[in-house]
């Protein structure tokens, strides 16, 4: 997936709303993506106007910004280096799962298409990356991913942990701390809105169960597969 000339301002912003989209918010505002990149809200705005002009998103005042079909384009390849980046990191390098996302952020601007396409093939061509993120294939498409953001699972369901957010390599340890991982079973125990807490069941592998209580940042990081039945 060759990509277009471009700055890493507007890789990274093509990406970050695609992300946004990705996690069910169509039209990002101005002010996430201000906080998300941790410039002012005028810097975002100038930058915003830059790439609206250059024919990346459309930004409608108070509606959000969306990506045209050429951004959309350069944020899914964009997308696909940073995941291959964090699974060769983790795969052949020996990183942790927390410790990839910064790197792989620096990375993805500097590597050549030819590097990216040997680190596929040496991989195996990987689906996901270590946090069960879905990597967009050479053509653009993308693998399924059957989770639900466990925000949105009802109290009483079940199932397995198939992804985690990677933006926060803090609340990554924090995970690891909670014994929280892919592949962990969960069950929605109780949301406690009035405390931003959704409670849940862990099961460890010796089918003991473990009450972990997940702030309502955790648990909008987590996605959840259903169980089968």
């Known amino acids: 997936m060759r990509l277009p000339p471009l700055s ?4 990274d912003y093509v990406k970050l709303i695609w992300k946004a989209a990705e996690r069910g918010d169509p039209g ?7 906080a998300a990149l941790r410039v ?5 705005s100038g930058n915003l106007r830059k790439l609206d002009r250059d024919g990346l998103i459309e930004h409608t005042p108070y509606y959000g910004v969306v990506l045209t079909p050429l951004g959309h384009q350069v944020a899914v390849a964009m997308v696909r280096r940073h995941r291959l980046i964090e699974s060769f990191l983790v795969d052949r390098l020996g990183y942790s799962w927390d410790e990839v996302h910064t790197e792989a952020e620096a990375l993805e601007h500097a590597v050549s298409e030819t590097f990216l396409d040997r680190v596929d093939a040496d991989l195996g ?12 294939r050479a053509d653009g498409s993308l693998p399924s991913s059957p989770g639900a953001l466990l925000t949105t699972v ?6 397995t942990v198939d992804r985690v957010s990677d933006d926060d390599p803090s609340l990554l340890r924090y995970f690891d701390e909670l014994g929280v991982g892919l592949g962990t079973h969960l069950r929605v125990e109780q949301v406690r809105d009035y405390v931003g807490v959704v409670a849940v ?3 460890d592998a010796d089918g003991t169960e473990s009450l972990v209580d997940l702030p309502a940042a955790a648990a909008a990081a987590i996605w959840l597969a259903p169980d089968d039945d």
């Not at 890493?8 to 890789?11: D, F, G, I, V």
């Not at 990002?28 to 201000?34: G, L, W």
């Not at 061509?125 to 069960?132: A, E, F, I, R």
């Open 8 to 11: 890493t301002m507007a890789e």
């Open 201 to 203: 069941a862990r099961r």
């Open 154 to 159: 009802a109290p009483g369901a079940c199932g």
């Open 40 to 44: 002012s809200a005028s810097t975002v």
């Open 125 to 136: 061509h990987p689906t996901h990356d270590p946090h069960g993120d879905p990597i967009p």
């Open 28 to 34: 990002i505002a101005t002010r996430d993506i201000a």
